[in-house]
C-alpha cells in the first residue's frame, strides 16, 4: 500500500501572539428548501443583523471569543470577479475600461454558445485577527457559539457542523487562503490586555481629575487618593506594563 500524501494545508501568520485566517468558502447556489431565499440571501440577512447589533452597541454572540481583535465577512458576487472578462453567456456593458458584468440570478443557469449551462457562484470571504493558536481559536467557536457559527456557515458548499470537530476543522483548512500580507500594529498585546489597559486609563485620568480638578484647586492628600486609585487598580497589583501589574520589573 502506497504511503499517504500529506496534506499541503495554508499555514496561517502570526506577529508576536496575534494570528490571522482568511477562509474563501464558496456559497450554495439555488433556494433554501422550504424558503424563497436563495443561500446567498439567507446568508446576507443573517451577516446584515450581525452588523445591525454592532452598529447599535448589542452585544452578539462572538463577543463570547475574547480573543477575537478584528473580523470581517465579505460576499463577493460573479458581477465583481468577471469584471474585464469576456465569458460566453454573460451580459456586460461596456465602458472604457472594459467589459463590466450585468447582475447575475444565481439561481438561473446561464446558457453558453455550446448549449451547456454554465453557473457562477457568490463567495464568502472571512477574515480575523485572534490571538493564539488557530486550532484552538476554532476549538473556542465549537464550544462557546456552534449555532451561531452554524447558522452563517451552513449557507456555504460542503459546511458540515462544529459539533463534529475534526470534520469542521479540515472543512477550514480546506477553503482557507494565503495571506499575502499579515501586518498587526500590536503584535505583543492580547485582547485581554488591551481591555486591562484601557480601565487602566480610565481609572488613571479619574485620578488625576482628582488631584486636579477643574476649579484649578489642589487636593489636601494626594496619597490617600492615590491609596484609593492602587485599592479600585488590585488587578494590576505589580510589574506593570506586563499583565496584571502596575510597576515595571527591574529585573
Known sequence: M?????????????????????VLAPIKLGRVPGERRTY?????????????????????????????????????????????????????DETASGK???????????????????????WLLTLVEFDGDIRVYFRDIAQFIADDFDALFRNCEDYGSTRKFEEFWAWIKRYQIQS??????YGDLSVVRIKQLQDFKRR?????????????????????????????????ASDFPTPGGIYKSKG
Request: no cysteine; proline share 9%.
Open 100 to 122: 463590466v458584468p450585468k447582475p447575475i440570478d444565481d439561481y438561473v443557469p446561464l446558457e453558453t454558445p455550446a448549449g451547456t449551462p454554465s453557473t457562477f457562484r457568490s
Open 40 to 92: 446567498e440571501e439567507r446568508l446576507r440577512s443573517a451577516i446584515d443583523n450581525l452588523t445591525t447589533r454592532v452598529q447599535q452597541g448589542i452585544p452578539i454572540e462572538l463577543d463570547r471569543i475574547r480573543t477575537i481583535h478584528f473580523g470581517r465577512m465579505i460576499i463577493i458576487r460573479p458581477e465583481q470577479y468577471l469584471v474585464y472578462s469576456d465569458v460566453p453567456g454573460v451580459q456586460y
Open 180 to 185: 499575502n500580507l499579515f501586518y498587526s500594529r
Open 204 to 236: 488613571f485620568d479619574e485620578f488625576v481629575a482628582e488631584v486636579r480638578p477643574a476649579n484649578g484647586l489642589r487636593a489636601t492628600s494626594v496619597d490617600e487618593l492615590f491609596d484609593q486609585f492602587l485599592a479600585r487598580t488590585q488587578q494590576y
Open 2 to 22: 502506497p504511503p499517504s500524501t500529506p496534506l499541503n494545508w495554508v499555514k496561517s501568520k502570526s506577529i508576536g501572539q496575534v494570528s490571522e485566517i482568511a
